[in-house]
């Protein structure tokens, strides 16, 4: 028998966009009428998915929709998804900061929620205070919390500090004394949303070790959310990925993961160019994708893994030593690497330049991308705009045979290999 501590069905959540509160009063009143009738809430019916980068039809979005999963006694539960998923609502309606709109939720033990800097912290009191009220807020009397407080200030490095207030605390400082509470005052559900990208490298490494031994020793429950996916890969036992308000997939970690990785949102790794721009060059490129080694489109490439950059261009005439070109530079537009193509004479016609690299060795971030076309020294077409590429901080697996066989391959001036579209 499974041993469920947390069990949410059909959550949703509802919110009218540009007002405070459920809306109109007519709203309101017609709810109420539905109400005393015996009849559901009229405005469920309606309303857009939580999709931010698109303008609705409706004053009503739903920011979670029909949300099913539940969680065993000393799960550590991953939940991962882009900006605007719903992941923050999600956490919201188990902490009990914010009700769901429709389903419910059954708990098998206290929670305690790390949701943003500061979280349950009344800033003009001191930080031993504090850990005293918040112990307090969990059900634990004073001679527990009491027993508790040299190993929590001791984990959050703040000692000197901690008869300070804590409104003179750093965020960073702010979070390193809230995660310490939150974890060494036994809860037996923990929650824990990005929060803990403010602390520094230290801190995060300690506290993914904590949440570790409490899973494992004190066989309590953890759900975490974050965008870094090596932290998520090396704490999470089973991940729930959330795309727009809505479930998309509960399984094992490395397998949300991937699957999270290969999904392709078209803006985001493939490019179009100059397709209303009358044709005055003698050459220009038309098409950029961003793939991995088998042609799939990508949003992200792991550290790791092999990955690809098409350059398509169209040639109008004749021409003598065209050379494709393809920068990269980081966000401050410093540059890391450029690739070129071999010097060619090319006919009318459409073409590609592939861009292959067997194994991405930069660090995790967000980079742009830039498109040369010349002819000789003397340019043709260059974009350097609204191109970027993200490197994944998640590390791809691969076989020691096959990193050995392609070692040879790993340089700084890869050439781009140009060929004809027929």
Same mark, same amino acid.
């Given at each position: 028998?499974?041993?469920?501590?947390?069990?949410?069905?059909?959550?949703?959540?509802?919110?009218?966009?540009?007002?405070?509160?459920?809306?109109?009063?007519?709203?309101?009143?017609?709810?109420?009428?539905?109400?005393?009738?015996?009849? =559901?809430?009229?405005?469920? %019916?309606? &309303?857009?998915?939580?999709?931010?980068? +698109?303008?609705?039809? *409706?004053?009503?979005?739903?920011?979670?929709?029909?949300?099913?999963?539940?969680?065993?006694?000393?799960?550590?539960?991953?939940?991962?998804?882009?900006?605007?998923?719903?992941?923050?609502?999600?956490?919201?309606?188990?902490?009990?900061?914010?009700?769901?709109?429709?389903?419910?939720?059954?708990?098998?033990?206290?929670?305690? *929620?790390?949701?943003?800097?500061?979280?349950?912290?009344?800033?003009? !009191?001191?930080?031993?205070?504090? /850990?005293?009220?918040?112990?307090?807020?969990?059900?634990? +009397?004073? %001679?527990?919390?009491?027993?508790?407080?040299?190993?929590?200030?001791?984990?959050?490095?703040?000692?000197?500090?901690?008869?300070?207030?804590?409104?003179?605390? *750093?965020?960073? !400082?702010?979070?390193?004394?809230?995660?310490?509470?939150?974890?060494?005052?036994?809860?037996?559900?923990?929650?824990? @949303?990005?929060?803990?990208?403010?602390?520094?490298?230290?801190?995060?490494?300690?506290?993914?070790?904590?949440?570790?031994?409490?899973?494992?020793?004190? &066989?309590?429950?953890?759900?975490?959310?974050?965008? #870094?996916?090596?932290?998520?890969?090396?704490?999470?036992?089973?991940?729930?990925?959330?795309?727009?308000?809505?479930?998309?997939?509960? &399984?094992?970690?490395?397998?949300?993961?991937?699957?999270?990785?290969?999904?392709?949102?078209? #803006?985001?790794?493939?490019?179009?160019?100059?397709?209303?721009?009358?044709?005055?060059?003698?050459?220009?490129?038309?098409?950029?994708?961003?793939?991995?080694?088998?042609?799939?489109?990508?949003?992200?490439?792991?550290?790791? %893994?092999?990955?690809?950059?098409?350059?398509?261009?169209?040639?109008?005439?004749?021409?003598?030593?065209?050379? /494709?070109?393809?920068?990269?530079?980081?966000?401050?537009?410093?540059?890391?690497?450029?690739?070129?193509?071999?010097?060619? @004479?090319?006919?009318?016609?459409?073409?590609?330049?592939?861009? /292959?690299?067997?194994?991405?060795?930069?660090?995790?971030?967000?980079?742009?991308?830039?498109?040369?076309?010349?002819?000789?020294?003397?340019?043709?077409?260059?974009?350097?705009? @609204?191109?970027?590429?993200?490197?994944?901080?998640?590390?791809?697996?691969?076989?020691?045979?096959?990193?050995?066989?392609?070692?040879?391959?790993?340089?700084?001036?890869?050439?781009?290999?140009? =060929?004809?579209?027929?």
């Amino acid at each position: 028998m499974k041993d469920i501590i947390l069990k949410a069905e059909n959550i949703s959540k509802q919110y009218r966009l540009g007002q405070v509160g459920t809306g109109t009063l007519s709203h309101d009143l017609n709810r109420w009428w539905h109400q005393i009738r015996g009849k =559901e809430n009229p405005y469920l %019916k309606i &309303g857009d998915v939580n999709d931010r980068s +698109t303008k609705g039809t *409706s004053d009503y979005v739903w920011a979670l929709q029909d949300i099913n999963f539940e969680v065993e006694r000393g799960e550590i539960l991953g939940i991962i998804g882009k900006n605007g998923a719903g992941k923050s609502t999600l956490l919201k309606i188990l902490s009990r900061v914010t009700a769901p709109t429709t389903g419910n939720i059954k708990f098998g033990g206290r929670v305690a *929620s790390l949701l943003e800097v500061g979280t349950g912290f009344n800033g003009e !009191m001191t930080g031993r205070e504090n /850990v005293y009220l918040n112990g307090a807020i969990l059900g634990m +009397t004073k %001679k527990e919390i009491a027993s508790k407080i040299d190993e929590i200030i001791a984990f959050s490095g703040c000692e000197r500090y901690i008869d300070t207030p804590v409104k003179r605390y *750093s965020s960073g !400082m702010y979070v390193r004394l809230a995660f310490a509470v939150a974890a060494f005052l036994e809860p037996e559900i923990l929650i824990v @949303d990005e929060v803990l990208a403010v602390g520094d490298a230290e801190f995060q490494k300690k506290a993914i070790g904590k949440m570790q031994d409490i899973s494992k020793q004190g &066989g309590r429950t953890v759900l975490f959310v974050s965008h #870094n996916m090596a932290s998520i890969q090396k704490l999470c036992t089973k991940c729930i990925l959330l795309q727009n308000g809505r479930f998309i997939m509960h &399984g094992k970690t490395e397998d949300v993961i991937n699957f999270y990785l290969s999904q392709s949102v078209l #803006n985001d790794s493939e490019y179009l160019f100059n397709s209303k721009l009358p044709n005055t060059k003698i050459a220009y490129a038309t098409k950029l994708n961003i793939e991995d080694i088998d042609g799939n489109l990508m949003n992200e490439i792991p550290i790791g %893994k092999p990955w690809r950059v098409k350059i398509h261009f169209t040639v109008k005439e004749k021409i003598k030593n065209l050379i /494709v070109a393809l920068g990269i530079s980081d966000v401050n537009e410093v540059p890391i690497r450029t690739s070129w193509s071999v010097p060619q @004479d090319l006919g009318p016609g459409d073409y590609k330049a592939s861009f /292959v690299e067997e194994v991405v060795n930069f660090n995790s971030g967000q980079y742009k991308l830039i498109i040369g076309i010349s002819r000789g020294l003397e340019s043709i077409d260059y974009i350097d705009k @609204d191109i970027s590429l993200t490197i994944s901080d998640i590390i791809h697996q691969q076989d020691d045979s096959v990193i050995n066989t392609k070692s040879g391959l790993i340089n700084n001036q890869m050439r781009i290999k140009v =060929e004809k579209i027929v």
